[in-house]
């Protein structure tokens, strides 16, 4: 008789900064219910992962989950893997941290379960060739690729089954291939096609191995899963026909399998994750192209030959394609280092320990990218990881600083980008000023470890050429269901008419030099055109003034155009180590011999929640100050003008997909303060403003 092995690999996971009620909806309706019927079937055999902030959250809120992974552990049904306990992407943060991570789940596993994990799941199973020596410093013996890792790699279909050694540094480690059409059989399709698929490749002599790897979230939690899954008896049925062919379907967990049987072959891997992930990776235009290839080669009939040659991008463009997202990475690198330089001083280990904790928490994947899920997109989740980063950061300057009140200032090619940028530092802010726009990138007020200018620019996706051709939600035929990778849903009616792309990044102090024919209107929706040729064009930093122990006077100047008349801004941003406000002195010159007549506005983003700001754009009359407060935040943001100015304001609202469907998303509120402004022939116009944060008590 013909017989195969299988091993399944299921991973759980909630990110950091995820709500309270989607972890408890998770463990109610898929959790919960998954662990429960496996351990009704003693014999269905698997390898288990979860991420530390799932566990953390289960250590506090449900225990009863904790026992039963542990009754399963310790009746030899189940094996645990390890990881970075924070799930992050172990090739994309600093080594060290890499190493404490993965270090910290599998001492966490072997306290809690008393036993030592040897394999490790690979955050969304991004692959870098220096991955094996992070993995194989700390132990580990296996992890979970996808399989086309191996056909990149030039290997035959055929011979993809059971397990490859790779290397780096000579630290070698082995990889399972996880079959993608288990991927899309399972739990998406009756399980007599698992079943017939896994008999097509069973072999005589049985050695061959089939590995099932994918998230524990199709289970129950992905949309109509649950009802799928466990309420019209999926999983039931499959665990039922697993046990009653298990004379020819061996389930094995990787590690017993790699005891058993030797490797397939030695291969080296290029850089790569799952097919969907790298088009994701891709920017806009190129993500739709290549999903018409990719459609035209399926159509064809030749996805399978062309499949091998045929790729997206990889992880690490999601830093080019999202400023934001490279931001807050390079962000996270630079904490790192703080918080290592912090731990070289000579204080107590558990000062360190809390601040790299709070760093190993911002380092969760999650809100980095954007794909079928929100991630990035999703405010609630870039907050998390800016508050944990800023609480790392502050506790690390609270070992740095000795005296009370400081003031750092610091230049340099922050974000990789072949300019410098400023970096300040005090104990109540931090702040990131970038010469491209002359703009500030980031506020942190470390008082509620909250950054201020989180916010995200509306620009084009790949997905949104289908809003206006969505189909109607395909109910699912007779035994499948449709994968969240097939669904494309709007959540509302009429987006299409809502998709509107900056054509710059959005921060603070934004220059702008419009007609005066431009309304509210037209600038909420970019339906209009700059004067000039400041907006998201380089400042020079002429200077930086320190001369005062508790204040900074940045420079800034720019000799641009507007309306094709030659324009000099000079820009002067006063920081205090005492107080959390910011200077703010324009001086425009008109060096030409005619009158300029313009409307001058600099544009603040924030990501603060009104709960009437943040639903429609509003104008406001001329005043001579201005206070906006973030009712989530309980903050307060004070406007001083030299002179009266007007001001504007509507919220920022992204058209992103998430595994429910494309949505509309609140990224944050826009104030426009502007003045019309005539300045005559070599003359000067100066504007001053201070802004000021203020805490709030609700």
């Not at 601040?355 to 380092?363: D, H």
């Not at 400081?406 to 300019?419: M, S, T």
Request: proline share 4%.
């Amino acid at each position: 008789m013909k017989s195969i092995h299988l091993s399944m690999v299921i991973h759980f996971h909630q990110p950091v900064g995820n709500y309270d009620y989607v972890f408890e909806k998770a463990c109610n309706v898929c959790y919960g219910p998954f662990l429960k019927m496996l351990s009704d079937y003693p014999a269905v055999r698997m390898a288990l992962h979860f991420t530390g902030c799932l566990l953390e959250w289960l250590e506090e809120h449900r225990a009863d989950l904790l026992e039963r992974i542990s009754h399963l552990v310790t009746r030899g049904q189940v094996e645990l893997l390890t990881g970075g306990f924070y799930e992050p992407i172990l090739t994309q943060i600093p080594r060290r941290d890499a190493l404490n991570q993965v270090a910290l789940l599998t001492e966490y596993i072997h306290s809690r379960f008393g036993i030592h994990p040897v394999g490790a799941w690979n955050a969304e199973r991004i692959w870098e060739p220096h991955l094996p020596s992070i993995l194989g410093e700390k132990g580990v013996t296996y992890t979970i690729i996808d399989e086309n890792f191996l056909k990149y790699a030039g290997v035959e279909e055929e011979k993809t089954y059971g397990y490859f050694m790779t290397e780096d540094q000579g630290k070698a480690i082995a990889v399972f291939p996880s079959s993608k059409r288990l991927r899309y059989f399972i739990p998406f399709q009756e399980v007599d096609e698992t079943v017939y698929f896994l008999k097509r490749v069973s072999t005589r002599d049985g050695h061959r191995l089939l590995v099932y790897g994918d998230d524990a979230e199709k289970f129950g939690l992905w949309p109509e899963t649950h009802k799928w899954v466990f309420g019209q008896g999926w999983l039931k049925r499959f665990f039922n026909i697993l046990v009653q062919h298990r004379d020819w379907i061996h389930l094995v967990t990787p590690s017993e399998y790699l005891s058993k049987y030797p490797p397939a072959d030695r291969v080296y891997l290029p850089t790569a994750s799952y097919d969907e992930m790298m088009g994701w990776a891709l920017p806009a235009k190129m993500g739709a192209l290549f999903e018409d290839i990719l459609t035209e080669v399926k159509d064809k009939g030749n996805g399978d030959v062309y499949g091998p040659f045929l790729r997206g991008g990889y992880w690490r463009n999601f830093l080019t394609k999202y400023p934001e997202s490279n931001h807050m990475h390079k962000r996270m690198i630079y904490v790192s280092d703080k918080v290592s330089k912090a731990s070289r001083k000579k204080v107590t280990g558990v000062k360190v320990k809390k601040a790299q904790q709070e760093l190993f928490r911002a380092q969760c994947n999650c809100a980095y990218w954007h794909g079928v899920f929100g991630g990035l997109y999703l405010g609630h989740l870039r907050s998390a990881i800016y508050e944990h980063l800023i609480k790392a950061e502050t506790l690390a300057d609270k070992i740095l600083h000795k005296r009370r009140m400081w003031l750092d200032v610091e230049r340099l090619d922050f974000n990789c980008d072949g300019q410098e940028e400023i970096l300040v530092s005090t104990p109540h802010s931090g702040l990131c000023l970038d010469v491209n726009g002359g703009m500030i990138t980031e506020w942190d007020f470390r008082p509620r470890s909250v950054n201020l200018a989180n916010t995200l620019s509306r620009r084009p996706e790949a997905y949104h050429r289908h809003l206006v051709s969505i189909p109607e939600p395909k109910k699912h035929s007779e035994g499948k269901i449709q994968s969240i990778h097939d669904i494309t849903v709007s959540k509302e009616k009429g987006l299409e008419k809502l998709l509107v792309y900056d054509s710059y990044r959005r921060g603070m102090l934004i220059d702008h030099f419009l007609g005066k024919d431009v309304t509210l209107q037209k600038f909420s929706l970019g339906q209009y055109r700059e004067l000039g040729d400041f907006t998201d064009q380089s400042y020079t930093l002429k200077n930086i003034d320190t001369s005062k122990p508790t204040e900074a006077i940045l420079y800034f100047q720019r000799k641009g155009h507007v309306a094709k008349r030659t324009v000099s801004v000079e820009k002067n941003i006063l920081l205090h180590a005492r107080r959390p406000e910011i200077g703010v002195t324009y001086t425009i010159t008109n060096p030409s011999r005619k009158e300029i007549e313009f409307v001058f506005g600099g544009e603040c983003n924030f990501s603060l929640w009104h709960s009437e700001l943040s639903k429609r754009p509003r104008s406001f009359r001329k005043s001579s100050q201005f206070e906006l407060t973030g009712e989530a935040e309980e903050l307060k943001i004070r406007f001083q003008f030299s002179q009266e100015a007007k001001m504007w304001i509507f919220p920022v609202q992204t058209i992103s997909q998430s595994e429910s469907g494309i949505e509309k998303t609140y990224q944050g509120i826009s104030l426009l303060p502007h003045w019309r402004v005539k300045i005559g022939p070599r003359e000067k116009k100066r504007i001053n403003f201070v802004l000021a944060i203020e805490k709030t008590l609700t």
